[in-house]
């Protein structure tokens, strides 16, 4: 049921801004995406969510394409703490169950 | 501490059994939500309850039910247990809806999941 494509894994320089894509080509309009982010077995961690503007917190960036159907999520510097698996999920516009795909797993690198 | 709180954090039975996993909100969230984590699976979604009465099902074998109390604390029971049943069991919880507010941006918080072996 999950709406979005991600990259299966990606590595990063520690300190370097880490850029997690996502694909959600199908959105509908009042859909918002959100990031998740889930450390080794841990409960997963939410990030950041936006439906059209940009959006920014102490964690990361989130940056919507003009046409929605695309993002990106932006932790400016990452550090090792930020190795996890990233889930990019569209929320199901007629309830408010979340669906998890496969995520990307992102690697911090000494 | 995420503010919701499962117990227990791990649990190892046998084949056949029946087991009860615990869930405690977040203080004033009226909604609950399980999920379950194979290895090979990814989370899938279970169920949800608002407020005591089910909302949304999801991927739950019929051997699985879920309830959700007064207080707002929700119990996940699995029996007739299978060894493809071992997994990592997750409850959330969000700040409150109204019936039918389906376009809230509101995030869950998780727990930090039961850990259920089958042996």
């Known amino acids: 049921d999950a709406k979005t494509t991600q990259p299966p894994s990606m590595d990063c320089a520690e300190g370097r801004a880490a850029n997690l894509p996502c694909n959600h080509s199908?959105?509908?309009?009042?859909?918002?995406v959100y990031w998740y982010r889930q450390i080794h077995s841990q409960g997963p961690q939410y990030i950041i969510h936006?439906?059209?503007n940009n959006e920014t917190n102490e964690m990361a960036s989130l940056i919507i394409t003009e046409d929605r159907k695309s993002s990106t999520l932006i932790l400016p510097h990452a550090t090792l703490r930020d190795t996890a698996v990233y889930y990019c999920i569209v929320r199901v516009k007629a309830g408010n169950q979340f669906y998890f795909g496969t995520g990307t797993s992102l690697t911090v690198i000494p | 501490d995420s503010g919701v709180t499962q117990t227990p954090k791990h649990l190892i039975t046998a084949t056949g059994q029946r087991v009860t996993l615990r869930c405690s909100p977040r203080?004033?969230?009226?909604?609950v939500y399980w999920y379950q984590q194979s290895l090979d699976q990814g989370l899938q979604f279970l169920i949800q309850y608002y407020n005591g009465e089910e909302r949304a099902k999801g991927n739950i074998l019929e051997r699985f039910s879920a309830q959700q109390f007064p207080d707002l604390h929700s119990e996940l029971n699995l029996s007739s247990l299978e060894l493809g049943d071992s997994a990592l069991y997750f409850c959330?919880?969000?700040?409150?809806?109204?019936?039918?507010?389906?376009?809230?941006?509101?995030?869950?918080?998780f727990g930090s999941g039961t850990r259920l072996t089958v042996v």
């Open positions: 203080s004033g969230d009226l909604s």
């Open positions: 936006g439906l059209k």
């Open positions: 199908t959105i509908s309009g009042n859909e918002y």
């Open positions: 959330a919880s969000s700040v409150p809806l109204s019936p039918g507010q389906g376009d809230s941006n509101y995030g869950y918080t």
